[in-house]
C-alpha cells in the first residue's frame, strides 16, 4: 500500500463542534445533527473522478462547484450524506415524509407510549386563510380571538390524551389506542439523506409557499447546519438555484421585448400568449401567469403598464 | 412498419370487469383500481427480451414465471404497473406511505376541507394489547368495556370536528385548521406501484404481524385484485414467497440433525447456537429465536423436546 | 357497485396507432412503444384528488397541467408511463441507463449470443474535439480523411467480431468471450418510465450538450411518441422548462441594471461578482458564466459592451 | 445545550486503517474505501428511536441486530454509508451499475483519455460454457488452446487501442474516438451506498451463480471491508441471508414428510407438484425445481430416492 494513498475522513470543525446540539423549533420541537459524510472537498473530489491522471487542474475548487451547481450536474452533490435526529408535529411529519429519497427511523407508536406533547398554538399565531392562494394563509387573527382558540385547543388536546391513557388503563393495544391522537401530537425520528436530495427539500420547503412549520424546520436546517457543513455548495445554491429566476418561453421574450423598449410588441406578445384576457367592461381578467410574471419584472426593477 | 409488429395493449378482462369497483374496506376505506399496464405475458416478454432470434422456447410461461419469483428475478415484475385510488384513515395512511417506491397523490387538507369522516371502532373491535409482541395485539375487550370506549370515541371524534370546524368558520388558514384533527380522520390517494414493489408491500402488510388495519388493505389488493390480475403471478408468489420457510444457517443444521435422527447433535447445536440458556433452576430461559425454530418445526411436522 | 363509478381505461387513438412500429435511430437502433399508461387527463384527475367534492372547477384542464408543470408539482406527472423497446449501440446505453428511475430488462450475452451489429460511422460524421467544451465535439473531419477512419473502423469490428467467434468455436462461455466486444455493439432492452422522470431524462438528453448519438434517440421519443401521447403536457413542457431561460440571482440583477438602462451599475455588478477579471495586458480574462450570460442577454436580444 | 447531548461521529479502528488502501481485483482493478459513516451500533441506536424514554433495555445491541436482520426490519441498516473508490472492467461494471439505489461518480471518457488498460485473460483462465446453466460457466479451456486465445485477446486489444489513438491524432472529439473500444477497458468509479442496499449487491454478487469478475469484486468488499467495518451485522448477514435456505411451500411440505418418515406421502407430494414427470421409457424428466429441491436435501443431510 502506497502512503501516498492513505486517507482520513474529511472532518467539519464547524459541524462537529453542533454534533448533538438541538436546535429548537416550533414550541418543542428541535433538529440535531448526529453524523455526517463529506465536505465542499468530497464534492469536487468525486467529480474529478472523472480527469484523467496529469489533466492540469483547470478551475479551482469553488470554481468547480459553482459550475457543477449551475449546470445541474448534480451526482457529486450525492457523495456527501447526513443524518438528522428531528421533532415535529405529526401534520408536519406527513408532509416530510412524503420526500422518498430519504432514509427514516422513525418513532413507534405501536411499541411504544405517544409522546405526551402536542404543538400548541399561541393566541398571537393563528393565522388567516389566504385569499389568493387556497393553499394558503395570510395574516393572523387577532390575539382576543386568538384565546379563544388557544383555549378550545388546550381542551381538545387534554380531552384526546385523556382517551388515549383511559383506553391504555383498559389494556387496549398502543397499536389501536393511539388512532384518535391529534395530528399535532409530536413525533421523533431519524432523517438520512444526501446533500443533492437535501438542496432539493430544502428548495421546496424554504419557498415562501411552503407551510410556516415546515418552513421553520426548512430554515433551521439551510441556515444554521448546510450553511456550515458546506458553505461553498450552500451558497452556490443560493445563487444559482434558491434565488435564481426562471422565466418561461414566454416570459423571456415579452421581458426581452420591454428591455428592447418595444412596449407595444410586449404587449401584443401578452396579449397571443392569453396574458390580456378582458371582463366585458374592459377591465383585465384575473390571471395567474400575468401576476407571476408582474411579480418577476418587479423583481427585476422593470415597471410596466398592460394598458 | 412491418405489420406483424404491430401490438396491442395487454388486457385482462377479469380486471376490466371491476375498473372503478368499490371494494369496502374498513366501516367507511376502499381501494378502486383506476388504470393497470401488463399482465402474466408481459412478464414473461420482458424476460425474454435476453432471448437472441431463433433461441428455442425451452420453458412455457408458467414455468418461466416461476422460475423467476423462485430465484429472485425481480425486474420483469416491475414492467406491469397499476393505479388505486384508496380511502384509509390517516394512521393506516403513515404506515401506508412509508413504501417509497410508489407515485402519490393525496387528498389535500390544505387545499380542501378535511373528509368529514373518522374511523370508528365497534365495540366488539377493541383489541387488547399483546404480551408476547410489544408491537402487536391479541383477543378483545368484552363489548360491555368496548361499548364504553367506543362511546367516548364518538364523543372525542366529534369534540375534534367542531373544533375544526370553530377555527374554519373563525377564518383561519385549512392548513393550520386541521393541526388537531384525529389520526382516525379518512383521507384519499392515487397509488401507483409496479408489480414487484406492489408484491414487497403484500408480503409485509398482509404478515400476521401488521397491523389489523392496513392487513386489511392488504388483504383486498391480494386477494380481489392482484389475483385476478397476474393470476399466474400470484400463485408463484404464494408458493416461492408468501408460503415459503426460510431457515437459517443455524436452524438448517439443526433440522438436519432431527430430520436424521441425530436428537443429541441437535441439541448440542442449539446450546451452541445460545438458544438453550438456562435459568438458575435449570428451566429454559426464553428465547425468542428458539419460538421461533419451534414455529418452524411445528409447521413441517417435526417434534422436538429440548430436554 | 354505483354503475357512475365504471372506469375504462383512458386510450390514446395517437398513440395507439403507432404501437409496435420502429423508429429508426442511427444506423442499426430504434424505438418502440411497446405499452402506456394514462394522458393527459390522468395528470389532472391525479392532480383533482386534492379537491372536495362540491369545489368548483376553477381552471380547465389545460391551464391546470401548465401550472402543474410552472410550479413543480411533479407528482401527478408520474401517474402516467410508457414502456419501450430500444436498441442501442452500447456506448450510448452505458449512459441512458445512469437513469436510474426506470425499469429495465436488457438483452443478456451472458445468455444469448452477442448482437451481430455494431454502429458503424459514415465517412462524412467523424466529428471534431471542441476546442471550447472538453467534453464536446465540433464540426467534422473532411470524407477523405473520414473514409480512412472508417475503413479503419469497418476492419476493427469485423477484427472484434472474429475474435468472438472463434472463442465461442472453442467453447469459451459466452460471458467470457464477449468481454472484448467493441462499445459499438448494438444491444436491446425494455425500458419502462414514468412520465415526470421521462421529461427529466428527455431534457437532459435532448439538450444540445447531450452527445449526438443520445440525442438523437432522446429527439424521436420526445417529438415522435411524447408529443402525441401526452400534446398538453408536451407543450407545457416546452414552454416552462425546456425553452425556459433560468437566470442566476448575479444574471437577475445586472440584467435588471441593463433593462433600466444603468449601464455602470450593470458593468460594477460585473465586477463585483467576478466577471470581469483582466489579464495584464487589459484585456478581459475567459470566464465561462460572463460567456453564458452573454448567451442569454443575446437570447433575449439584449447588448451590452463590458468595455 | 446540554452537554449530555455532546456527539462525537462512530468511528471505527478496524476501518479507519485501511482508508485509502487499494484491495487489487483481477489483473488492474482494484477497490478501496473513501469514507464510512456509522457502524454496528449506529443500526442499534436508529432502531431505538423507536423505544420512549424509560423502555428498559431488553436486548442486547447484538440480539438486537441479529432480530432486525431476521425479520427484514430494514431501514436501520440503511443508517449506514459507504463510499468506494473500484476500478473494474466496463463489462462487469455493465452489471454492477444495475444496482440502481447507489450514487456515481465515472471516470468520463467524453472529458478524458480512455484509460489505457485493458482485462486481459491469463492462458489458464478461459471458462468453458456451462452446459447446465446457459448463463453460467463450468471448468476451463487446456492451456494450450487458451494461449491461442490469449494471445488473439492481446492482439486484438493492441489493434483497439491504436485504432483509438489515430482517431484522437485525426481530431476525432473523444466522445466518438471511444466507440470501438472493448468491453474489457478499464474505469473507474465512486460508489457510494447504504448497507442495506450494500447487502443486496452482496448477496445477489457473492452468488455462485454471478459472474466469476463481479464476485471477485462482491468478495474482496464482504470479506475484506463489509466484515470488518461492521463485524455484526455482517455475521448476522452470513447467518440469516447469505447462508439461509429456503423453502418453497412445495419444498418444505415434501421435506416434512420425509423428516417424518413419510416416504410414500413425500413422493404423492412431488407428483401432485409435477416434479415427478416420466418419459416415455419411465425415466424422469429432467426438471430444474427437482434438482433444486435435492441440493437443498442434500445440504440437510436428507437422502431420497424418488423412484
Not at 482520513?8 to 453524523?35: C, H, M, Q, T, Y
Not at 432514509?103 to 413507534?108: A, F, G, Q, R, W
Not at 428592447?260 to 395567474?288: I, T, V
Request: charged share 30%.
Amino acid at each position: 500500500m502506497d502512503q501516498s494513498e492513505r486517507l482520513s475522513r474529511p472532518k467539519v470543525d464547524a459541524i462537529e463542534s453542533l454534533l448533538g446540539k438541538r436546535f429548537s423549533v416550533l414550541d418543542d420541537g428541535f433538529v440535531r445533527v448526529v453524523d455526517y459524510m463529506g465536505d465542499d472537498a468530497a464534492v469536487v473530489l468525486a467529480a474529478r473522478v472523472s480527469y484523467g491522471a496529469g489533466t492540469k487542474k483547470v478551475q479551482d475548487d469553488r470554481a468547480l462547484i459553482r459550475y457543477l451547481m449551475r449546470h445541474h450536474h448534480t451526482t457529486p452533490f450525492e457523495m456527501c450524506e447526513i443524518k438528522l435526529h428531528v421533532r415535529a408535529p405529526m401534520d408536519t411529519w406527513r408532509q416530510w415524509i412524503r420526500h422518498r429519497t430519504a432514509s427514516v427511523n422513525e418513532y413507534s407508536t405501536r411499541y411504544s407510549l405517544a409522546i405526551d406533547a402536542s404543538q400548541r398554538t399561541p393566541e398571537t399565531e393563528w393565522r388567516l386563510q389566504s385569499t389568493e392562494n387556497r393553499q394558503g394563509s395570510s395574516g393572523f387573527l387577532d390575539s382576543k380571538a386568538g384565546a379563544t382558540l388557544s383555549a378550545a385547543e388546550n381542551e381538545l388536546q387534554k380531552h384526546a390524551r385523556k382517551v388515549y391513557e383511559e383506553r391504555l388503563a383498559a389494556g387496549i393495544a398502543r397499536e389501536q389506542a393511539r388512532k384518535d391522537l391529534p395530528l399535532s401530537t409530536y413525533t421523533e425520528a431519524y432523517w438520512k439523506i444526501d446533500l443533492h436530495n437535501l438542496l432539493n427539500f430544502l428548495q421546496l420547503r424554504m419557498h415562501k409557499h411552503a407551510q410556516a412549520e415546515i418552513r421553520s424546520f426548512a430554515n433551521i436546517i439551510g441556515q444554521e447546519i448546510v450553511a456550515k457543513w458546506v458553505p461553498t455548495v450552500w451558497q452556490a445554491f443560493l445563487d444559482y438555484r434558491d434565488q435564481a429566476v426562471t422565466l418561461s418561453r414566454m416570459e423571456a421574450s415579452i421581458i426581452s421585448a420591454i428591455a428592447a423598449g418595444k412596449q407595444d410588441h410586449a404587449k401584443s406578445l401578452a396579449e397571443e400568449f392569453g396574458l390580456l384576457n378582458r371582463n366585458p367592461d374592459g377591465s383585465l381578467k384575473a390571471n395567474r401567469e400575468r401576476r407571476e410574471l408582474e411579480e418577476k419584472l418587479s423583481t427585476m426593477g422593470l415597471m410596466f403598464n398592460w394598458s
